[in-house]
């Protein structure tokens, strides 16, 4: 058996450890298999196997991740943060078998040419990696054709169902903003999207309906192939708790244990759960691929970080790496709910709600089952007017990074026809919303280890809000004027849901409304007064959220500046240790960041086959 939960007594040393199988873990694990049949691989994952679960496959159950009670989700939970109005974020990030790509949103996206260029690292330029990004999908949607992959093992569409009259009215309604629609804003060819433009969504999802994950697509017929991959292994359930190194610092191995998740449950395939740890070795290379929330602690734990850290947490120091934990980033989101006259079957509502029954839904394989409510995406810039209007600050900051480079936007909204929440409390109604998120934040924050145990929480802090001249909430309050603005332009807008948006006065044109039909005739913009703008800077501090795109505290850049991995992937200080997963960016992209864990998984494996002659 291939795939097992309990580590078998002879798997004592394999030859190449991937510590994680989440979205680059599993790229990573397949393409060395594939180029080396004989080379012994070993993934090791915390969480449990995915495969065919209902609510990983289908895609309209993608909420089910997120909920506080998931058991395939990794909650990693902040410290009380003063710019935040003292909240404790909480970020959920992948924690099953494919990670991030088997409970994410399913949303197809693209950095921008310039994101990747800025990264400034040898053999990471866009034009260097759009070959990657090519190579792990096979597209289905309009646009360049050059630029998209047409025999990668994750499919792109449309998905199976699509809410035709909002996403025509969405799409109508930003074109008078003067946001047109794109065939294709994802094409990372270096057009400009200025002002911006919405697009039609695409999303990882199979032209079956079934959800396109790194496991699944990957990994799953892999080890189902009748042998071609018989030295590929996968352990689920379980923890890497350190790399283990030899005297002159190589990685030789991991220390692992059960994940506390799966104490009380059984092994399926040996004896019963124990929670001590196990020792596998490594001949040839380990690769921590634990996701930017994940891989940190792991290095920490291993003694590869900062010293204060380590001390404080009773690590003996291995390697002095001061980046290690830093540069966290996330993108800066709001999700804002409207009154609408949308039909029961053009949202999700009453799945969510328990109105429709689930189960005969998946029994007759319903279209609805292959949607993610997320019809229109976008990238948009403010223009110079809004820009002046955002002060001085803003400005200086707006012509240095953004006025040269037209092809950076400000912000990606997202229509989602569904109430981005718990529906429990709601009335019997359905809801449009917008998800909106800011794409380059300057602020940081971090994750370290408090002690040596896989157990002992972290010391993680989003910095959410904290850049010193406010550029990042000065965004966020320019995406939620612009997604409202756009939202007021559909036909089927019938006001806010109030609970969901800034308090506004009543008296105040920026107060919620609640209507019997569209706006009539020309819609003119909210006049936001000052007053109006402290109430939403508090609101957006006490409700800003994650985007679920935690990139950077490994970063790959030279060590003086805090570095953590070359552009090798290779972990400074030690040898025969890489870091493979969206820990390494640098620096932010606009978008989504699925797909940048894809095309790191597929170039870390080149530079390993490369590395090894595999
Ligand atoms: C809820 C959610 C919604 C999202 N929506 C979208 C979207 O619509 N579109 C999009 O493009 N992107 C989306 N993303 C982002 C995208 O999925 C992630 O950026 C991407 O999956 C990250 O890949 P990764 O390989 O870096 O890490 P992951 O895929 O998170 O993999 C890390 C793996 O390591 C495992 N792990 C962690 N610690 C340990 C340990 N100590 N030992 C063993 N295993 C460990 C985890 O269980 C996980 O499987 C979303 C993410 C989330 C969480």
Not at 153 to 179: C, E, M, N, Y
Not at 328 to 343: F, G, T
Request: glycine share 10%; hydrophobic share 40%; net charge negative.
């Amino acid at each position: 058996m291939s795939l097992f939960n309990t580590i078998p007594n002879d798997l004592d040393e394999v030859d190449i450890i991937i510590a994680g199988g989440g979205t680059a873990g599993c790229v990573l694990a397949a393409r060395l298999s594939d180029a080396s049949p004989n080379t012994s691989i070993l993934v090791v994952e915390g969480g449990r196997n995915n495969r065919g679960d209902p609510s990983i496959v289908h895609p309209a159950l993608f909420l089910s991740g997120i909920a506080p009670t998931s058991t395939t989700t990794l909650f990693y939970k902040g410290a009380a943060e003063p710019s935040l109005a003292g909240r404790e974020m909480v970020v959920p990030s992948g924690g099953v078998l494919g990670g991030g790509s088997s409970i994410n949103l399913l949303t197809y996206s693209r950095a921008q040419k310039s994101d990747l260029d800025a990264w400034g690292v040898p053999g990471w330029t866009a034009d260097e990696l759009v070959p990657y990004m090519k190579k792990f999908e096979t597209y289905h949607g309009p646009g360049k054709a050059a630029t998209h992959g047409d025999s990668g093992p994750v499919h792109v569409t449309g998905g199976t169902f699509t809410a035709s009259h909002s996403k025509a009215d969405f799409i109508q309604a930003a074109d008078r903003l003067g946001w047109p629609l794109s065939r294709d804003l994802q094409a990372v060819d270096g057009s400009a999207c200025s002002p911006g433009a919405v697009q039609a969504n695409l999303r990882y999802i199979g032209e079956d309906g079934t959800r396109q994950d790194a496991a699944h697509r990957y990994l799953h017929p892999r080890l189902d192939d009748g042998g071609a991959h018989q030295q590929l292994r996968v352990l689920t359930e379980h923890q890497v708790v350190r790399v283990l190194f030899d005297g002159e610092k190589r990685a030789v191995g991991i220390e692992c244990q059960r994940d506390s998740r799966f104490l009380d449950g059984d092994a399926v395939d040996g004896p019963a759960a124990s929670a001590s740890p196990r020792i596998i070795m490594a001949r040839r290379l380990v690769v921590v691929s634990c996701g930017a929330l994940g891989s940190p602690l792991v290095l920490e734990r291993s003694g590869v970080g900062d010293p204060a850290v380590l001390k404080r947490a009773g690590v003996p120091l291995v390697a002095d790496v001061l980046g290690v934990g830093l540069n966290y980033m996330d993108h800066h989101v709001l999700a804002c709910p409207y009154r609408s006259s949308l039909e029961p079957d053009e949202t999700l509502d009453a799945l969510y709600a328990g109105r429709i029954d689930m189960g005969a839904l998946v029994a007759r394989r319903d279209p609805l089952l292959g949607w993610n409510a997320a019809d229109v995406t976008s990238k948009l810039r403010p223009s110079e007017d809004d820009v002046d209007a955002m002060g001085e600050e803003f400005r200086d900051v707006w012509d240095r990074d953004f006025k040269e480079r037209p092809d950076r936007p400000l912000a990606i909204i997202t229509s989602l026809n569904c109430f981005p929440g718990d529906p429990s409390s709601l009335p019997v109604a359905q809801f449009m919303s917008a998800s909106s998120f800011t794409t380059y934040p300057y602020s940081r924050g971090h994750i370290h280890i408090t002690g040596p145990r896989a157990t002992d929480p972290p010391d993680f802090r989003t910095g959410f809000f904290t850049d010193p001249h406010g550029v990042d909430v000065k965004s966020s309050m320019w995406a939620y004027k612009k997604q409202r603005e756009i939202l007021r332009r559909m036909a089927v807008y019938r006001g806010e849901w109030a609970p969901g948006h800034p308090p506004f006065a009543s008296d105040s044109p920026a107060a919620c409304v609640e209507r019997e039909g569209p706006i009539a005739g020309e819609v003119k913009n909210i006049a936001y007064t000052r007053e109006d703008d402290a109430v939403l800077e508090k609101w957006l501090r006490e409700n800003v959220q994650t985007t679920w795109h935690s990139m950077g505290t490994c970063k790959m850049a030279p060590r003086e500046e805090r570095g953590v991995v070359d552009p090798t992937l290779s972990v400074y200080g030690v040898q025969r240790l890489k870091v493979v997963d969206l820990s390494i960016p640098p620096s932010n992209i606009a978008a989504n960041t699925g797909s940048a864990a894809f095309m790191v998984g597929e170039k870390a494996a080149d530079l390993i086959i490369a590395e090894l002659g595999l």
